[in-house]
């Protein structure tokens, strides 16, 4: 470590991050940490990262002025390329007591995030914390709704015990303010737009799908999950194949995926991509289907904007706060004529269009870059 670095050097920040997802998970949460924490570390702070281990014998690591600490933990049941942590409070107020972060960062609301709130508050170390799933919407989709209040009860228990609590979208803002949240501020995710470009069109990987000039490449990237509603693209894409020649890709894994690969095998199932592969699958489609309503977010629709696909989402998080209807992007409604399956055929019916909205989602996406959001985060 670099003892002037978390000693202090003017405008140096010593930042405590606890998390229980971290890269490289593959998830929009564990990708938008690891944006925010190198870019803090590219900008001279020192971060400490608290995580559960991600293999047994993981071992703590430091490179330049970012330090891993694995904490012990468990796959979550059900969901195993994810763990949770275990309460570590006597540890983090032994360790902050020897090397006092400025602040903590404490970004999931598990057993290990939840202690690290308890240990900084009991340290008198500031704490904020960030929202960043919605936990109480995804029981239904698991049977268990009858478990949302409770869980919503917990969450904002937990989250007025810190100075901030930090949510991606204005809209989300304003929910957890109506649900009792107190002093919920906005911190907007950004986008790799170096990563994700259409310049990373591939036509082999579209003849590997069947695809040619007439092809319309339809693609679904995110865990195949109940909760992530992919059934609406599905009938969506079934509605309109008689109609139009079109091309299902999905990206990603899941507990549905077996299931949905022996109904559907004409669909291409490619698993979980990462990188310059991943970007490469979404720069050869066309379209991008985001049905899930249960995000706080979704980064998923960034990332196929800055792509250059026209993307089709519910005017929900990160769609409603960066589409405009059929100028950036196209959103749906609970209407039956303007249903997700609606505005898509329409979408599909106008193929100039779709090239058109592509274009205009990449050039907005210019302004989403992840240095402005390190900024954000630190004048907080």
């Keep these: 470590m670099d003892d002037k670095a978390h000693c202090g050097e003017p405008h140096t920040l010593s930042i405590g991050l606890v998390s229980e997802t971290y890269a490289p998970e593959v998830n929009g949460v564990a990708m938008t940490l690891g944006r925010l924490v190198n870019g803090l570390g590219n900008d001279g702070h020192y971060v400490e990262v608290y995580r559960p281990a991600q293999h047994r014998n993981e071992k703590a690591s430091i490179c330049d002025t970012i330090r891993h600490i694995p904490m012990r933990g468990m796959p979550i049941p059900g969901y195993r390329e994810m763990h949770f942590g275990f309460p570590a409070g006597r540890f983090f107020r032994s360790h902050w007591k020897q090397r006092r972060p400025d602040v903590v960062y404490v970004a999931t609301e598990g057993p290990l995030g939840a202690s690290a709130v308890k240990a ?222 609606a505005v898509t055929a329409r979408l599909c019916a106008q193929r100039e269009l779709i090239r058109t909205i592509g274009n205009n989602a990449r050039e907005y996406t210019l302004q989403l870059n992840w240095p402005t959001i390190v900024s954000r985060f630190k004048s907080l």
């Excluded at 901030?164 to 989300?172: D, I, K, S, V």
């Excluded at 911190?187 to 990987?205: A, K, N, Y």
């Excluded at 679904?220 to 509605?239: C, F, M, Q, S, Y």
């Excluded at 720069?283 to 696909?309: H, K, Y």
């Design 120 to 341: 900084a508050r009991q340290s008198g170390i500031p704490v904020i914390s960030g929202f960043h799933t919605n936990f109480h919407s995804y029981c239904s989709h698991y049977y268990l709704g009858w478990l949302a209040p409770a869980i919503i009860a917990y969450l904002r228990r937990l989250h007025n015990q810190t100075a901030m609590t930090l949510a991606p979208t204005n809209a989300l803002a304003r929910e957890l303010t109506d649900k009792g949240f107190n002093n919920v501020e906005v911190m907007q995710r950004g986008v790799d737009i170096e990563l994700f470009s259409p310049s990373r069109r591939d036509d082999r990987l579209r003849e590997k799908w069947g695809a040619g000039d007439g092809s319309i490449v339809c693609i679904h990237v995110g865990r195949i999950a109940p909760e992530k509603n992919i059934r609406t693209a599905i009938d969506t894409v079934l509605a309109l194949a008689p109609h139009h020649n079109i091309r299902f890709v999905l990206v990603g894994d899941g507990p549905m995926r077996q299931r949905l690969e022996r109904e559907h095998p004409d669909f291409f199932f490619c698993g979980t991509r990462h990188g310059e592969d991943l970007a490469r699958h979404y720069a050869s489609a066309d379209i991008a289907l985001f049905p899930s309503r249960t995000e706080t977010f979704g980064n998923v629709v960034t990332e196929a904007m800055a792509s250059g696909l026209a993307t089709v989402a519910f005017d929900e998080a990160a769609a409603h706060e960066h589409i405009t209807d059929f100028h950036n992007g196209v959103l749906a409604y609970d209407d039956p004529t303007q249903s997700f399956t």
